[in-house]
């Protein structure tokens, strides 16, 4: 039996959110931090409503749906963390962040506490030399949408051990989901092809060879993906994919990785995706993606 019963999720948005919807519902106690309470409410309101819609499609059993959302206890204090024994890191991509956050954390978790980055392309080793316990850091990316995919890349730093690796692996799998293993290498597997994937589907955009809905309706209908790339693109924010392009083509220099401008300008003009209500696509709700 694992120790880890208790999870922290630091960051409400919508990886966070999604993570948190998934430890709840496995049934672990989940303490979700951001310094937002509308972002606290806001990712409560959004798991309530996927649960819901859950219990529709005959996918819950209704009684479990208050059990649930009883395991979820959303928190403005770091200091809520102080009996968690994993704390998942799930804000923004800037490496001082994170140090900032973890430095943070160190002071107020157990010492057997593991500490764990959601990152998709920094370094797990470069996040966990701020942590103050590179021995017990390991990098645990999540798929979006976390809620309806199984894949987690676990990937530990340099000075991660055998233990924290072997504990953070088996509480994956207690989960429900898929761990892979993968090395502390830019984009690690997924976003390594997803990046620039991603990258040359805006270019088509770009180039006016294909309209965002036609490109999403081929892709799905050619290779069977769930959501096409402008769907997956307006997800994960426009914004986000700015840093993400930024932190693969510094750590690789493959100029597929580089940012496209159009990316740039759907910035400037406050697209961002689905938070927003406008990316590639419009939307009329906040609701997560499956809801």
């Not at 994993?86 to 900032?100: C, D, G, R, T, Y």
């Not at 060879?209 to 769930?226: N, Q, R, S, W």
């Not at 096409?228 to 700015?242: A, R, W, Y």
């Amino acid at each position: 039996m694992s120790d880890i019963e208790t999870i922290g999720i630091a960051g409400a948005g919508t990886m966070g959110a999604g993570i948190a919807l998934v430890c709840a519902r496995a049934g672990f106690r989940t303490r979700v931090f951001d310094m937002q309470p509308s972002a606290l409410e806001r990712a409560r309101d959004q798991a309530g409503a996927f649960l819901r819609k859950s219990v529709e499609r005959g996918k819950l059993a209704a009684e479990r749906l208050p059990q649930i959302m009883g395991l979820w206890h959303g928190s403005t204090r770091l200091e809520d963390f102080a009996d968690c024994a994993l704390v998942i890191e799930a804000v923004f991509e800037s490496l001082p962040v994170k140090h900032q956050l973890f430095g943070q954390l160190d002071k107020i978790c157990a010492p057997q506490a593991l500490f764990a980055s959601n990152t998709s392309t920094l370094s797990i080793t470069g996040i966990a030399g701020g942590s103050g316990r590179a021995d017990r850091f390991i990098g645990m990316h999540f798929c979006l949408p976390a809620q309806l995919m199984k894949l987690v890349e676990i990937s530990p730093g340099l000075a991660t051990s055998q233990q924290t690796f072997a504990r953070a692996w088996n509480w994956c799998e207690r989960l429900g989901q898929q761990p892979v293993k993968t090395q502390d290498t830019p984009g690690f597997v997924l976003n390594y092809f997803l990046i620039p994937f991603h990258n040359d589907a805006i270019r088509l955009v770009e180039q006016g060879v294909a309209e965002p809905a036609d490109i999403d309706l081929a892709i799905k209908t050619a290779m069977g993906y769930a959501m096409g790339p402008m769907e997956l693109l307006d997800l994960v924010g426009i914004d986000t994919q700015k840093l993400l392009c930024e932190a693969l083509y510094d750590a690789t220099g493959e100029p597929r990785a580089a940012c496209p401008a159009l990316v740039k300008r759907m910035i400037a003009a406050g697209w961002l995706g689905k938070k927003s209500g406008r990316g590639f696509h419009q939307y009329q709700d906040d609701k997560m993606f499956g809801a």
